[in-house]
């Protein structure tokens, strides 16, 4: 990878405050193989892989971050909301059209050797899943079921999903903001289990219990991820209607009250992934780009 330095270009200061909620050691431009360019970035726990989805191309991919090679998990998976559990297994959704013309998804599961299995068979209605260590929750028609990794113990912890619009714990309906008129969008549940991280459309980011209590809202922050149980990170990105203008990254504590500006909104920073020590992120231009954590 090629390091670029920290400059004013790519970092500031926090936008509110004074406490820095992300310290930063170096930024790291990713070498791509030559004819890729990234769309979305995944990071692995251990951060020493990320699984990719390409720009105008089908199906996810494994990129080792040593040496740069990269490998097709899936023609045909689905690259949003996939995970990664703690023995480098991929997660991820794969839709087909049936011969009835409905539409039906499973969940595949890929092992860093490549062995496919699947988790939950073809479903009209896989409202989301989650994965903790090396185990999985899945919600299909507000059915809970969980399932350990290549002989891992089943664990079963909180899934947040959306199903018609509406943020749901467990297939419940939760919905912090109501329900009426409301779309949720991007929802996270933090790592210690307590919190859930969603998107109000046309509203911005909150952070809620996970029963839905006291919802608390964080900015315009969309597409966030948790970096820890204080703090999310998202993008804060501006388009013309047709195209990305500008998009930049930030931080934001849970308590609403502390926001860090982590790129400057030239850097076109979107999308991004974190495993705790390190943030991933892509350009609409196709680069990748790994912010390393002090």
Known sequence: MKKIFISALLLCSSAIGF???????????????????VDKAILSPDGSFAVISQNEKGGIYRLDLATNAIKTISTTGNPFELKIANDGTVIFRESKTAENKLRYTSLKAVTPRGVETTLANPTRNL????????????????????????????????????????LCINGKVISPNGREGASYLWPSISPNGTKVCYYLATKGCYVANIDGSNPIFLGVIRAARWLNDLTVVGMH???????????????????????????????????????????????PMGDMFIINLK
């Open 19 to 37: 406490a820095q909620l992300v310290n930063i050691q170096s930024i790291d431009k990713v070498t791509l193989p030559q004819g890729v360019t």
């Open 127 to 166: 409202q989301g899943f989650a994965v903790q260590g090396n185990s999985v929750m899945t919600v299909d028609n507000n059915k809970l079921s969980a399932k350990g990794l290549n002989g891992a113990a089943a664990v079963k912890f909180p899934v947040a999903s959306i199903n018609k619009g509406q």
């Open 237 to 283: 990105d501006i388009d013309n209607g047709t195209v990305v203008t500008s998009s930049k990254l930030v931080a934001a504590s849970i308590d609403g009250k502390t926001t860090q500006d982590i790129t400057v909104k030239e850097s076109f920073a979107m999308f991004p992934s974190t495993n705790g020590n390190k943030i991933a992120y892509s350009t």
